[in-house]
């Protein structure tokens, strides 16, 4: 299988850049094969757990996690502020194991603090958050609890992208995949209906990545904590965070004016389309960039990359449209009757994910170059997202789901535009 995704990389990339593959791109292709076959697994049953979920628990209560995950989205921020980000940024930089280690376990320290502070004070407040959100204090218990155990999950990713150590990631998101798999089937075996059996399934998905990932690279984890260093990372997580919960806003800023405005039937029927279509381009994203980010951040003539993105990509937009929109079908399809199929729905989700793939290349590439990149992606995240809220509010409540999915793909463009426009600077040759 991961010779098969090997060669598939390498035959595509002759085909686009019209030459052979350099050292660099061989090596690339080899750990997004291992990344790819475990992922690949992974979204599998990702995908068929959530899609159990909407048919079993229906509308109602799956848009009740859906809520609770949007909520946890803009929660989690608190948590990490960009460290995860810094830490694959200045660790896939570095050889040596003590500068590793040291990169590894002040960022490690740092997320312990904030995710126990941020926890406290929201625990402290959650009446007023949850006034804020416009959702029930319940349900907001339960997204502090997720926000809690995905930051986790994501820190753990993080160290295991800074290290490369892409066999390993693999086979922990296998791990993964059955988990969530197992619980949610067993939850339903013992007929608990309700958003608690998918969100306890994903929980613990988190959970068991947190700590295998805590054994596996213990050596790495240790009680030092440079403050230098720790100073470094903050500031450049800083600018990660600032763009992280503005892209969160316009991921997520939808559902909750779509709960406000039409319930949180709703929401779960809006969370089928976005499962379809914006989550699943961005979980084969994601897999892409466990092997990408890294790899540019440690590649010091960064034009070259840039000039091969910029092949690409009118070849991606053309030819990835199709079967993204027929892909997208077929999942809703598979939600069930109660989750009604429009087309013109589909045709902007279709639009808006493509352009969230595009969107995610030039964003972490421009946040491998540097603090530069990473503040320039950070103002374009944020325009977006004021521009996206701005539109959702307006038209959500006259025509629905359709105006959340125009909102999205003109965040999406006018996140690309920025970035794209004051790129210059950025570059190393």
Known sequence: MKNVIDKIVQNTYRLIFGDEPAITINRFARDLSFVAVGFGISAILGLATQIMAGRILGPLEYGKYSLIQAVSFFISFTM????????????SEKSNFDDRQRIISTSYLLFIFLAVVSSIFLSIFYNVISSIFGIPAELLIYAIIFSLLASSYTISVAIAQGLKEMKVLSILQIIYGISGFLTFLFLIYLKVFTFQAILLASSINYFIVFVLTAVVFRKYLSF???KILAKKILKYGFFASMGLIAYVVYSNFDRLIINKFLGASAVGVYGSYYVAFIASAGFIFSIFNLVFFPMV?????????????????????LFAALPVLLFGIVVLKLYGDRYQLNFWLCLLFDIASVLSVI???????MNATGERGIKITAIAAILAAIVNVVINISLIPIIGFLGAAIASILAYIISIFITLYYKKGCIVK
């Open 80 to 91: 990490l502020l960009g460290v995860a980000t810094a830490l694959i940024k200045y660790s």
């Open 224 to 226: 030092n904590f440079d």
């Open 297 to 317: 951040s440690g590649i010091k003539d960064k034009e070259a990359i840039l000039k091969k993105i910029n092949r690409i990509v009118p070849k991606l937009s």
């Open 359 to 365: 969107n995610g290349i030039y964003v972490w590439y």
